[in-house]
Nanobody, 116 residues
Framework: QVQLVESGGGLVQPGGSLRLSCAAS????????MGWYRQAPGKQRELVTY???????NYADSVKGRLTISGDNAKNTVYLQMNSLKPEDTAVYYC??????????WGQGTQVPVSK
């Protein structure tokens, strides 16, 4: 059974930092690209950043230079380092595993409110 479990969310002040983790089990991690998505209240879920299974990354323009994705194949975990957070970064953050020709898997989400 595949599971993706996010952690690390919580209230943070504008300008602050947070690191999210997504631990995967039940799949061969190196076969999958991993993405972080977010959904703000009243808005559609959007892609924030993605790392392929060979390490190539891409970022939404709104987060470039502030958010960094990284992966640890030994721990089956992907991270999202978030710096210089803004109120507009407030959302529920989800990780997703995507493998070519394979099912996609989602985590349950972790809340990140950015507020004074």
């Amino acid at each position: 059974q595949v599971q993706l479990v996010e952690s690390g969310g919580g209230l943070v002040q504008p300008g602050g930092s947070l690191r999210l983790s997504c631990a995967a089990s039940g799949l061969i991690f190196s076969f999958y690209g991993m993405g972080w998505y977010r959904q703000a209240p009243g808005k559609q879920r959007e892609l924030v950043t993605y790392i392929t299974n060979y390490g190539k990354t891409n970022y939404a323009d709104s987060v470039k230079g502030r958010l960094t994705i990284s992966g640890d194949n030994a721990k089956n975990t992907v991270y999202l380092q978030m710096n210089s957070l803004k109120p507009e970064d407030t959302a529920v953050y989800y990780c997703k595993a995507h493998g070519e020709g394979r099912n996609d898997y989602w985590g349950q989400g972790t809340q990140v409110p950015v507020s004074k």
